[in-house]
């Protein structure tokens, strides 16, 4: 009954900014570490960027100092700002959440489906 939705992709120029959100909803006691995965055709999925419940983050190198990650908890929302735009950056992002269903259960892996950015140059 956990369900994660992002937003925010589009077509946008090399250069530009877009930005991602991930709502999660359903039963949700808390969410431990949330993050952006990425996808390109042909390519192996990779992590972008992951951010823990403190407020913690990692990103891949390939977009350090150019994509932001941050969370809302009170809104079990995730969000990754993109800037300084790429067209190697296409992919399909997914979102990803570790979230709690209750006290004592173990946290459970989420996925988003998915919603496509595309860079042109």
């Known amino acids: 009954q956990v369900q994660l939705v992002e937003s925010g992709g589009g077509l946008e120029q090399a250069g530009g900014s877009l930005r991602l959100s991930c709502a999660a909803s359903?039963?949700?006691?808390?969410?431990?570490?949330m993050g952006w995965h990425r996808q390109a055709p042909g390519k192996q999925r990779e992590l972008v960027a992951g951010?823990?419940?403190?407020?913690?983050?990692n990103y891949a190198d390939s977009v350090k100092g150019r994509f932001t990650i941050s969370r809302d908890n009170a809104k079990n929302t995730v969000y990754l700002q993109m800037n300084s735009l790429k067209p190697e950056d296409t992919a399909v992002y997914y979102c990803?959440?570790?979230?709690?269903?209750?006290?004592?259960?173990?946290?459970?892996?989420?996925w988003g489906k998915g919603t496509l950015v595309t860079v042109s140059s």
């Open positions: 990803r959440a570790e979230v709690k269903r209750s006290r004592f259960s173990r946290a459970m892996e989420y």
């Open positions: 359903g039963s949700i006691f808390s969410i431990d570490n």
């Open positions: 951010i823990s419940s403190g407020g913690t983050t």
